[in-house]
């Protein structure tokens, strides 16, 4: 399942993953990403049936993976 994500920052820098919580998007988190993008490369997905990720929601699980999935 593909997801839609934005990445800030530095290729070549550490990763750290910011996730919305349900109910929003990755939007909810355009303020904070780029304050940390200095230090890091910032990955900010959304997850299945939210944002720019069509599709349904899915379980916990299924978010869990599509998470895993986006970071490959």
Same mark, same amino acid.
């Given at each position: 399942m593909a997801?839609? %994500? %934005? @990445? !800030? $920052? &530095?290729p070549d820098a550490p990763? !750290?993953? !910011?996730?919305? /919580?349900l109910g929003? &998007?990755? %939007? +909810?988190l355009e303020r904070? +990403?780029?304050?940390v993008a200095a230090r890091f490369r910032v990955i900010?997905? =959304? !997850?299945p049936g939210?944002? =720019?990720? /069509? $599709? @349904?929601h899915t379980t916990i699980e299924g978010m869990a993976r599509a998470v895993l999935e986006a970071l490959d």
């Open positions: 997801i839609a %994500r %934005r @990445e !800030l $920052g &530095s990763a !750290l993953v !910011l996730v919305h /919580g929003a &998007s990755g %939007r +909810a904070v +990403a780029p304050l900010v997905p =959304d !997850l939210f944002g =720019d990720t /069509g $599709g @349904e």
